[in-house]
């Protein structure tokens, strides 16, 4: 039988869908404020893209270790909002460590700490939401999960470029982080709802991670390999932002030129918010997979447009919105589409691989891209065009997953 928390599921919008989506929403304005002037603090210390594209690939890396974690805890524990909780704690310190740092490397490690609790959290939230709306209602409740997230996305951005107005400098900005990135803890603690599963029998045993990837189904498997596939292609958005810091102004260390990008980082995080609900909905109408595709394919082609469009500034604009668009058909349609995939009873660990498997795949891409932008500094087109090569093979890969009906209820 599946536990659902102690309130009416008729409705996907009740009070545990609106308290991950108020969580998703205030922990990404904490992560969205430090990630607009990242670029701008690496450099100050005289870091580069390749210092940006490891800093990043590391973060990411650890984290998909600690969201496989977060996973496996998510099937073995009764109570799956402590985890969640915590996770949110724990990113809100340690992104606003970084404003304390004078070091590449202690930037690598506060980054660090902060992926380590946003990866521990993201399978127990998922499932959390997932239990809290009824399945045909599911791209809904994550395109709403989506939308909170994407907003954070934009005001973070904009409460960054209006402490730099005020004349805060970076690290000073970094530690106003923290405030939102509480106010996700609160959320999470406070306004979800969850009924704990009943004791498992003592003679029970946990099962192992292999004999549970067994059980995940093949299916779901394959998915992973497409997944695995995109996301090593599928590189930071801190990269774009130092791109468009680059060609906007032609120096590294000009002001005008940093806040310019945030500009555009702000557009694409407003498209991204805007796109996430309707495009959810959309998943519930026609199914997951040919969004997923669909966005995947726009990925590789707006990627190709990074490396081959003059970097004019409506170049750069049209670019930046192009991304937002394909960000949100993957964060929208991705968990909604492996929820269905999965089997009731190790929801948890499938939630935990996907997360796992695109933090590698951002580790992967990241470090990548980073380093051949470093290897040809003229031509950052060279590491753009590999990143589009990647992205477009995973679309072909999830072209090759069985097809699941929409309405189809995870037991």
Not at 240 to 256: D, M, P, R
Not at 319 to 343: H, M, N, Q
Request: charged share 15%; hydrophobic share 50%; aromatic share 8%.
């Amino acid at each position: 039988m599946s536990a659902r928390p102690s309130e009416d599921t008729r409705s996907w919008i009740n009070r545990s869908t609106l308290g991950v989506s108020f969580a998703s929403l205030f922990s990404d304005v904490s992560h969205e404020l430090a990630t607009a002037v990242l670029p701008a603090v690496l450099l100050s210390i005289g870091a580069g893209p390749a210092s940006l594209g490891i800093t990043e690939g590391i973060a990411d890396g650890i984290s998909s270790v600690a969201k496989l974690w977060g996973g496996v805890a998510t099937d073995r524990v009764r109570r799956r909002k402590p985890l969640a909780s915590i996770g949110y704690l724990i990113t809100a310190v340690g992104i606003a460590a970084i404003g304390l740092t004078t070091r590449a490397w202690q930037v690598v490690l506060c980054r660090s700490a902060a992926w380590i609790g946003r990866g521990s959290r993201s399978a127990p939230r998922d499932f959390l939401m997932s239990e809290a709306a009824p399945p045909e209602h599911l791209g809904k409740a994550f395109g709403m999960e989506r939308a909170g997230d994407a907003l954070g996305a934009v005001l973070g951005p904009l409460l960054a470029l209006s402490l730099i107005a005020a004349g805060l400098a970076p690290r000073q900005v970094m530690l106003w982080s923290l405030l939102p990135g509480l106010l996700a803890f609160l959320s999470m603690s406070v306004l979800v709802v969850e009924r704990p599963e009943p004791p498992r029998p003592s003679s029970t045993k946990p099962t192992s991670l292999w004999r549970k990837w067994g059980d995940l189904g093949r299916p779901f498997r394959f998915y992973l390999v497409g997944i695995l596939i995109f996301g090593s292609g599928d590189f930071s958005r801190t990269l774009l932002i130092l791109y468009a810091i680059q060609h906007l102004e032609g120096t590294l260390f000009s002001w005008t030129g940093a806040t310019l990008a945030i500009a555009l980082y702000v557009l694409h995080n407003a498209v991204s918010a805007l796109a996430a609900f309707p495009l959810g909905a959309l998943t519930d109408r026609i199914g997951r997979r040919p969004v997923i595709v669909s966005g995947y394919l726009f990925a590789a082609a707006t990627t190709v447009g990074f490396a081959l469009l003059p970097p004019r500034p409506w170049v750069l604009a049209a670019l930046f919105v192009a991304s937002g668009l394909y960000i949100a058909c993957e964060e929208v349609s991705e968990k909604a589409y492996a929820v269905e995939l999965l089997p009731r009873e190790v929801k948890g660990t499938g939630l935990g691989l996907l997360a796992s498997v695109n933090g590698i795949g951002d580790m992967i891409s990241s470090i990548a891209v980073g380093s051949i932008w470093a290897v040809f500094p003229n031509h950052p087109g060279y590491a753009f065009t590999f990143a589009a090569a990647l992205q477009f093979a995973g679309a072909l890969t999830i072209v090759g997953t069985g097809r699941v009906p929409v309405t189809q209820q995870t037991k």
